[in-house]
């Protein structure tokens, strides 16, 4: 069992930052990768940013050069620095690790971008 616990999300103008932070627990050891997912209203969930247990990491089109994930093998922890933030970045923001055989989930932030 993983436990996931998102914080950092909140309001924002355009073009602000914001980061966001997933603390995790529980069984570390079976985690293979953390990712950052996002859900718009009347969206589908779609991925943000990963990271692999070896560092490598990966991003969606529309994010990358404006957000960086990173991770805290220390404290447990992954996180999404979001700049340039736009309106269209607006969603709740969830926090993913994947484990065999299945993946866990966090309860989401939510991200408001105003313009």
């Known amino acids: 069992q993983v436990q996931l616990v998102e914080s950092g999300g909140g309001l924002v103008q355009a073009g602000g930052s914001l980061r966001l932070s997933c603390a995790a627990s529980?069984?570390?050891?079976?985690?293979?990768?953390m990712a950052w997912y996002r859900q718009a209203p009347g969206k589908q969930r779609e991925l943000v940013a990963g990271?692999?247990?070896?560092?490598?990491?990966t991003y969606a089109d529309s994010v990358k050069g404006r957000f960086t994930i990173s991770r805290d093998n220390a404290k447990n922890t992954v996180y999404l620095q979001m700049n340039s933030l736009k309106p269209e970045d607006t969603a709740v923001y969830y926090c993913?690790?994947?484990?065999?055989?299945?993946?866990?989930w966090g309860k989401g932030t939510l991200v408001t971008v105003s313009s």
């Open positions: 993913n690790a994947a484990t065999r055989p299945k993946d866990y």
């Open positions: 529980g069984s570390l050891f079976s985690i293979s990768a």
């Open positions: 990271v692999t247990s070896g560092g490598s990491t």
